[in-house]
């Protein structure tokens, strides 16, 4: 008999545990030409995401794998994982990457895709030349 803990499990190995291997923490929404400077300059750092999700936050992703991943892409030290671990998902909430929606509303890579989308919506971002 299958338990919601099995099916998690499931699904964790089939995104190979997406969650251990970033760390992102919400920023301001960009609004001002300092913003979406900082934005660039994130960017401009391998390894390192924008974006904002589904509900209208900016976040900032640093691709950064968990020690305690294992090969197998299971906790290595499963009874003292932290607790933001063990309350992910929330128990109403499905795993963001085993949706079939990107948890992605707008993604960002690098500071040249960040500067297009500023351009198309006609966001003045850039400095002046002095």
């Given at each position: 008999?299958?338990?919601?803990?099995?099916?998690?499990?499931?699904?964790?190995?089939?995104?190979?545990?997406?969650?251990?291997?970033?760390?992102?923490?919400?920023i301001?929404?960009?609004?001002?030409?300092?913003?979406?400077?900082?934005?660039?300059?994130?960017?401009l750092?391998?390894?390192?995401k924008?974006?904002?999700?589904?509900?209208?936050?900016?976040?900032?992703?640093?691709?950064?794998?968990?020690?305690?991943?294992?090969?197998?892409?299971?906790?290595?030290?499963?009874?003292?994982?932290?607790?933001?671990?063990?309350?992910?998902?929330?128990?109403?909430?499905?795993?963001?990457?085993?949706?079939?929606?990107?948890?992605?509303?707008?993604?960002?890579?690098?500071?040249?895709?960040?500067?297009?989308?500023?351009?198309?919506?006609?966001?003045?971002?850039?400095?002046?030349?002095?």
């Open positions: 008999m299958s338990t919601a803990s099995d099916s998690q499990t499931i699904a964790c190995m089939k995104c190979k545990a997406r969650c251990c291997r970033h760390v992102a923490l919400q301001e929404t960009p609004s001002c030409k300092r913003d979406y400077d900082n934005i660039r300059w994130f960017l750092h391998k390894g390192v924008v974006f904002k999700d589904h509900d209208g936050e900016w976040l900032i992703e640093f691709d950064a794998r968990c020690e305690n991943l294992t090969k197998t892409h299971r906790c290595g030290d499963y009874e003292n994982r932290p607790k933001v671990c063990r309350d992910y998902p929330a128990s109403d909430h499905e795993c963001e990457f085993g949706s079939e929606r990107s948890p992605y509303k707008l993604l960002f890579t690098n500071a040249g895709q960040f500067e297009k989308y500023l351009d198309r919506k006609k966001i003045d971002w850039r400095w002046k030349k002095l």
